[in-house]
């Protein structure tokens, strides 16, 4: 409270752990929009390798098959480019959005915020087929295990929200 003027509101302070969520889900908003032309490189690099009979030979059969199915994700991805880039961009930009409002302790920033996370998800699943979208362990994990913390953490700073 002001001393010089006791009744000016003092204004709310963020809260630490919704701090950290906002900054954390604006690195990973802009991480997801640069995910896909960096996916690129790595299908020309996964198709080289392919090409080459000494990095084959020297690959096991289960890293060739897990190569073989990553590329043809990578190829699925390429013919589904705009409809992926807009499920991406609306995703990102509605978490970004969803966290701005969250930093002004809205609790409607929560809601976009949250159908910004499950938004992608979902599309990429219909675009691409589920088991083209989880393929691995560690895509279950990138693509619903992060996803899902975040949301359990943002719930948790529902408190702090009007």
């Given amino acids: 409270m002001n001393v010089l003027n006791p009744f000016e509101e003092e204004k709310k302070k963020l809260p630490t752990m919704l701090n950290v969520l906002t900054i954390l889900t604006f690195i990973g908003s802009a991480i997801m929009l640069i995910s896909i032309p960096i996916s690129k490189f790595f299908i020309g690099f996964a198709k080289k390798a392919m090409e080459d009979p000494a990095t084959m030979e020297r690959m096991s059969d289960k890293e060739i098959a897990e190569m073989e199915k990553g590329v043809r994700v990578f190829d699925l991805m390429e013919a589904n480019a705009t409809p992926i880039w807009i499920v991406t961009i609306l995703g990102a930009a509605l978490c970004v959005y969803g966290a701005i409002q969250m930093r002004k302790l809205k609790k409607d920033g929560y809601f976009i915020?949250?159908?910004g996370e499950i938004l992608p998800i979902i599309g990429?699943?219909?675009i691409l087929g589920f088991s083209n979208y989880f393929t691995t362990t560690s895509s279950y994990f990138s693509n619903l295990?992060?996803?899902?913390?975040f949301i359990i953490l943002y719930?948790?700073?529902l408190k702090h929200l009007k």
């Fill in 113 to 115: 915020y949250l159908v």
């Fill in 124 to 126: 990429f699943a219909i």
């Fill in 145 to 149: 295990g992060i996803p899902l913390l």
């Fill in 155 to 157: 719930t948790t700073q």
